[in-house]
Nanobody
Framework: QVQLVESGGGLVQAGGSLRLSCAASGRTFSIYGMDWFRQAPGKEREFVAAITWSGGSIDYADSLKGRFTMSRDSAKNTVYLQMNSLKPEDTAGYYC??????????WGQGTQVTVSS
């Protein structure tokens, strides 16, 4: 199994920045990609960004390109989500997910981001 722990959420004013972290442990050798998703109250879960574990190929939701940057530190088994120019509509629970061999996906517990206007 893979365990994921997110951190870095909090309350920030509009225009500010936050960096979220997602640390993976356990069978990390089985991970082939990691994603960030977010979900606001009453809304569907939304894809934010994804990275391949080996090659570092990164993909973003079109609406977030230019403001959000995903990266990874393979030595620390950690991925990051740098969020700049935050807007109130970015308020949501942010979750990381790890895709492993066999099609299984593991999820973290999430970290809350609140952007005040």
């Amino acid at each position: 199994q893979v365990q994921l722990v997110e951190s870095g959420g909090g309350l920030v004013q509009a225009g500010g920045s936050l960096r979220l972290s997602c640390a993976a442990s356990g069978r990390t050798f089985s991970i082939y990609g990691m994603d960030w998703f977010r979900q606001a109250p009453g809304k569907e879960r939304e894809f934010v960004a994804a990275i391949t574990w080996s090659g570092g190929s990164i993909d973003y939701a079109d609406s977030l390109k230019g403001r959000f940057t995903m990266s990874r530190d393979s030595a620390k088994n950690t991925v990051y989500l740098q969020m700049n120019s935050l807007k109130p509509e970015d308020t949501a629970g942010y979750y990381c997910a790890a895709a492993v061999e066999g099609g299984v996906q593991y999820w973290g517990q999430g970290t809350q981001v609140t952007v005040s206007s």
